[in-house]
């Protein structure tokens, strides 16, 4: 069965930092895309990060450019999300997510919140 | 980037009856491999989304048949035969053919 559980999530004050987790079990991690995607209270799905099995080659939305870093842990199955300089828009519900076989995303952890505030 | 736009559904479904939910890219979401990244997706309330097809047309594993998915080019389109009360939740729409990855802004399913 295939498991995503995402952690690290809270409050912070704007400009600092957090780092999410993402454990990974029950497929072949090393061998699959793996995202972030995030939703912001009451609003909808943003995709902000994609990584290679391999972790080669990283994708990031504008949004978060410069700012957040994707990364993974292979030996550990584990998925990561490095986030500095936050902001109060930032705040939302972040879920770890599998990539599939044709580029979509078939699993998605249950989610994790990261609040930005003062 | 790529924009989806979904439409409403006009108001809630009734148990049994079908239901239809429109999706439009602003442009065409065939890859230069010839294949259409176009899926759907299926948030529950308080729940994780949960894939219900991808490619257009191809349920994931465990998604009831009643699901079904059709479309080309910038029109798709997400059909249930039968609605059932667990279906309640909100739809997305979203293409993996480029980045940055996009998502329909979502349409509310309510039954009556």
């Known amino acids: 069965e295939v498991q995503l559980v995402e952690s690290g999530g809270g409050v912070v004050q704007p400009g600092g930092s957090l780092r999410l987790s993402c454990s990974a079990s029950g497929f072949s991690f090393s061998t699959l895309w793996m995202h972030w995607v995030r939703q912001a209270p009451g609003k909808g799905l943003v995709w902000i990060s994609q990584i290679t099995g391999d972790g080669s080659i990283t994708t990031y939305a504008d949004s978060v450019k410069g700012r957040f870093t994707i990364s993974r842990d292979n030996a550990k199955n584990t998925l990561y999300l490095q986030m500095s300089s936050l902001r109060a828009e930032d705040t939302a519900v972040y879920y770890c997510?599998?990539?599939?076989?044709?580029?979509?995303?078939?699993?998605w952890g249950q989610g994790t919140l990261v609040t930005v505030s003062s | 980037d790529i924009v989806m736009t979904q439409t409403e559904l006009s108001s809630p479904v009734t148990l049994g009856q079908p239901a239809s939910i429109s999706c439009r890219s602003s442009q065409s979401l065939v890859h230069s491999n010839g294949n259409t990244y176009l899926n759907w997706l299926q948030q529950r309330p308080g729940q994780p989304p949960r894939l219900l097809i991808y490619?257009?047309?191809n349920r994931f594993s465990g998604v009831p048949d009643r699901f079904s998915g059709s479309g080309a080019g910038t029109d798709f389109t997400l059909k249930i035969s039968r609605v059932e009360a667990e279906d309640v939740g909100v739809y997305y729409c979203t293409q993996a053919t480029q980045f940055p990855y996009t998502f329909g802004q979502g349409t509310k399913l309510e039954i009556k």
């Open positions: 997510a599998r990539g599939g076989m044709n580029t979509e995303i078939d699993y």
């Open positions: 490619k257009v047309s």
